[in-house]
Every structure is written in C-alpha cells, then in structure tokens.
C-alpha cells in the first residue's frame, strides 16, 4: 500500500514497534484515551508539556507542544460532534493537527465525519473517512478513502474524489 503511511513507515517486512497498554477494570471501546509517545534525539527529550485541553466518559482533546510543534489530539468513542468553539469541530475516532511554528503542516481525520480547525476542514461526503490534507513546500495535498470536502480557506468548502497524496490546485 504505497503512501498509505507518513513517511512510509510499518511497511512489511520492516517490524512495527509496539506498546501494550492494558487496562484493568476499563473497557478502552467506550472510554477514550491517548497515548503520547516522545522520540528523543541528540538534544534528549522533546516534549515539552501535555495538557488535558478537555475530557469526558467518551472524549478526549489533547495538547502537546514540543519545540516549535503544537499538536492537537482527538479522540472519541461515538459519532457526536464536539464543537469546541465557532473555529475548532471534531467528529470521528480520532484526529490530529499538527502547526510548526504556527504553520499547517498536516490535519488527519482517522474514520470520522469531519475536522476543522481554523480555515481548514475536513469533511466526509458519504459515511466516515480517513483523511489526511498536508503542507509540503508550500503546497497542500489530501489523501482519503472516500470522497470529501476540504476547505483551505475560510468557508470555501470544495469536493474531492478519495485520493492519494492529491496536490489541491490553489
């Protein structure tokens, strides 16, 4: 599945590094949460704080910073919409924006209904999606299973067949 991972990582036959994290007393289907991992480089650690930006019996939104990144981190365990303000919306399984010094670098909409986070916006047309819209060189590009709208620019919602690293025309 070519470019279906960033960066082309867990491609067989390379290993998938994985953490098995186990819960006693807790059904993780119905109560979300998130784990945060840090790679370290030469400089030692790289993240700076996490905080619990809001959390619920069926949803959690994250906030990691780390240098001049700042991630947002989704995660529910039902189909609800959660507006967490006029600019910020999240429906789906799990979500991600990531800014490097406060630029886009990329949205990801993991089987959901739709993320917006400013003036950029997934949404699916039919049922879920995974999606992804990402900056490279100052160019956006989307990839997702099914068809959506994307907007990059306030509003300004377009339609778009399901796609592969799709360079969007601006």
């Known amino acids: 599945n070519e470019g279906e ?7 067989a036959p390379q290993t998938t590094p994985t953490l098995l994290v186990r819960q006693s007393n807790n ?3 119905s109560s979300p949460f998130i784990a ?4 370290h ?16 019996a069926t949803f959690v939104r994250l906030r990691v910073e780390a240098h001049q990144r700042i991630q947002t981190i989704y995660q529910s365990t039902n189909d609800s919409v959660y507006q967490i ?6 429906q ?8 490097e010094d406060g630029a886009l670098e990329y949205i990801y909409l993991g089987a959901g209904q739709k993320l917006k986070d400013g003036k950029y916006e997934l949404v699916a047309l039919e049922d879920k ?4 819209l990402r900056s490279e060189n100052g ?3 989307y990839s997702s299973n099914g068809p959506i709208r994307i907007a990059v620019k306030k509003g300004k919602l377009k339609e778009y067949p399901k796609g592969l690293n799709v360079l969007i025309e601006q």
Not at 36 to 39: A, K
Not at 85 to 90: A, D, L, M, P, W
């Open 85 to 90: 303000s006029k600019r910020n919306e999240f």
């Open 27 to 29: 059904n993780a289907a």
């Open 5 to 11: 991972t960033a960066g082309q990582v867990n491609k």
């Open 41 to 56: 480089d030469e400089a030692g650690e790289t993240i700076q704080s996490v905080q619990a930006a809001e959390a619920s």
């Open 139 to 141: 160019q956006l590009y």
């Open 92 to 99: 789906g399984k799990l979500g991600v924006v990531s800014r």
């Open 36 to 39: 945060v991992f840090e790679n």
């Open 129 to 132: 999606v995974t999606a992804e």
